[in-house]
């Protein structure tokens, strides 16, 4: 079982990893990280895991077997596009949904910044939409789709409320992402604090810790998060931790057109755990093929089965 003490290192390790990517790691940065990794030999192990990871998948990519594709004749290729015309109607019906009651949103692969009346800032991830209601005693905006960051301007007289599965996260003068996985909202906070009610119950999340809740369940108690995995895809990384791979294929679906689908429950419930690139869906997509030695059957450009 994971401590919070081994979740914090591993969170420590991915920051770490994530400056050093991008190519932050310069001067006075570059010597505190060589001060963290000589401060404990935990330290130097938890970030060769997170380094050599991706290493060896980049590595041994192109000796992978290649993608299945269903013969594209007779009996097969027709149900194969009537399943993925019926998919994808099923997907435009939902978005319809969300488009209508929006208002603002991004398309797949989109990013975009929106002032709110308050001047509060709300950036909204591909794939995401938010409606907003303010009232003269209360600020709500209700996350409809996908992942957003907040960041919210004070007024004392009008609290500011994100809705999201259920629940509520209300903002104590602070900058925080929420998340929609399915049924579940992923709360992590950057600066200050929020309060999330669910369930009939309240938690208080401060600066550098995250949660989540679904629906008429309290939210679970609160976890150490590294300041860079906090709202990473502002900055075009996609950080998971210890995810079901349905909730990671949702996220991947928001940066590339098409559906990935498990072929078993059992599958979409494998754990995964790593850093990706936004820009790059496709690529990720094969890296975590990879390493939970899944197989993929492409029906078409825009519909993927993954099974094992």
Known sequence: MTTDDDGALHAAAIEWWVRETAGELVGEARAEFGAWL??????????ADIAGMFAQ?????????????????????AWGGLLAACVALLVWIGDLAIVLRADHRTGVGQRRTAILADGSR????????????FEPGRRQVTLLAGEAWFEVAPDTARPFVVEAAGGTVTALGTAFDVALDGNEARVAVGEHAVAVASGGARLVVEAGRQTAFEADAPARGTASVAGEAIGA?????????????????????????????CLRAATCARRVSGVFSAAEPLTALREIEFFLGLHAIQ??????????
Do not use: K
């Open 299 to 308: 029906l078409t450009d825009y519909l993927i089965f993954l099974t094992e």
């Open 38 to 47: 000589a401060a404990d030999p935990a330290h130097a192990r938890a970030y």
């Open 57 to 77: 998948a980049r590595e041994l990519r192109p000796a992978r077997r290649p993608q299945r594709r269903l013969a594209r004749s007779g009996r097969a290729a």
């Open 122 to 133: 709300v950036e909204l991830d591909g794939g995401s939409a938010i409606a907003v209601r």
């Open 233 to 261: 895809w502002r900055r075009g990384a996609l950080i998971v931790e210890d995810r079901p791979l349905g909730d990671v294929l949702t996220t991947l679906g928001r940066h590339r057109q098409g559906l990935v689908l």
